[in-house]
């Protein structure tokens, strides 16, 4: 199976920061890799997908890059919405694993 | 738009079997973009993928839990139907059903969740 690792598991921010959250896979994903918002007590939300590729709604200041094993997603400037959780997930002939979380936190 | 939600027994006792069904409107099941899949969320802890079933019924799911798991669904009803053995307490856990379009690599619209906790 294909292990998904994110660093930091823990980012102590402040508003209007420039953050970056890394996630490497164990194998290559090629760009199938998704990267999801949960906020306490809620459903996660897709933000990106294909490893680019910005969900509709999503604001711009969100962006990913990446492609094989390793990936980042970028919040260019950080909003008081934007304190949560974020996954990476990855999809591999059916199969999908998920990162262990990166807990984005208020400085 | 989809919408997808989870319903199911709230508690289940230690060895029992878990019936969790996702029930989908907006869509039909067998549109070419309704993948659903299951994830699972132990409280405080990570997401963790547990099966998927494609538009074509293509069903695939975690290597750790496949022995335990059986994904269907019932295009009739738009319900997709999770089965999880020999449940045990470390299974507790927030269970989400989730819209996974084929070839889309994640999963774009997600249900509610439903906490299940396995307790005697």
């Known amino acids: 199976d294909i292990q998904m690792t994110q660093s930091p598991s823990t980012l102590s921010a402040s508003v209007g920061d420039r953050v970056t959250i890394t996630c490497r896979a164990s194998q290559s994903v090629s760009s199938w890799l998704a990267w999801f918002q949960q906020r306490p007590g809620k459903a996660p939300k897709l933000l990106i997908h294909k490893a680019s590729s910005l969900e509709s709604g999503v604001p711009s200041r969100f962006s990913g890059s990446g492609s094989g094993t390793e990936f980042t997603l970028t919040i260019s400037s950080l909003q008081p919405d934007d304190f949560a959780t974020y996954y990476c997930?990855?999809?591999?002939?059916?199969?999908?694993?998920f990162g262990q979380g990166t807990k984005v936190e208020i400085k | 738009q989809v919408t997808l939600k989870e319903s199911g027994p709230v508690l289940v006792k230690p060895t029992e079997t878990l019936t969790l069904t996702c029930t989908v409107s907006?869509?039909?099941?067998?549109?070419?973009?309704?993948?659903v899949g299951w994830i699972r969320q132990p409280p405080g802890k990570a997401l963790e993928w547990l099966a998927h079933i494609s538009p074509d019924d293509e069903k695939s799911y975690s290597t750790s839990l496949k022995s335990r798991l059986t994904i269907s669904k019932d295009t009739s009803k738009s319900q997709v139907v999770l089965t999880m053995t020999n449940m045990d307490p470390v299974d507790t856990a927030t269970f989400y059903c989730a819209r996974g379009p084929p070839g889309y690599g994640g999963y774009d619209s997600w249900g509610q969740g439903t906490l299940v906790t396995v307790s005697s």
């Open positions: 997930q990855q999809y591999n002939s059916y199969s999908w694993t």
């Open positions: 907006g869509s039909s099941l067998s549109n070419a973009r309704m993948g």
